[in-house]
């Protein structure tokens, strides 16, 4: 059975997309830590991150590395985190959240509560 992430990447699953390519996608977390949370998965179904083909993992990087930029030049911040848990889904992502202390990607605490319109209008800012 697909994933969650792959439902999403088929159109099966609507998603606040940020960016894409022929291997990658970038949308908003629904639960995010900081606005302008954003996953980035590959399109093909891979569980853990370190099962993916080298030349692809590098590539998810420098995919990564672009839609960080949308984020810090949208969302002010110190930096763009990147974190991989690879529990939640069994499908590879990375997590990119601005943050301005290490505090800002505790994820025992409480998730923002966006409405739909208010992700819509950040993927909308990050698209820009």
């Not at 601005?98 to 505090?103: A, D, E, L, T, V």
Request: net charge negative.
């Amino acid at each position: 059975m697909a994933t969650l992430f792959t439902r999403i990447v088929n159109g099966e699953i609507p998603c606040h997309k940020v960016a894409e390519n022929d291997k990658f996608l970038a949308f908003l977390d629904i639960m995010p830590l900081r606005k302008g949370h954003v996953l980035v998965i590959p399109k093909v179904e891979v569980d853990y991150i370190f099962d993916i083909q080298d030349d692809l993992l590098g590539e998810m990087m420098v995919f990564s590395k672009q839609v960080a930029a949308k984020i810090k030049s949208t969302f002010p911040c110190k930096k763009v985190g990147v974190t991989v848990i690879g529990l939640e889904v069994p499908h590879a992502h990375i997590h990119l959240i601005p943050i301005n202390s290490i505090n800002d990607m505790d994820f025992g605490q409480q998730k923002l509560q966006l409405s739909q319109d208010e992700l819509s209008e950040i993927a909308a800012q990050l698209r820009a």
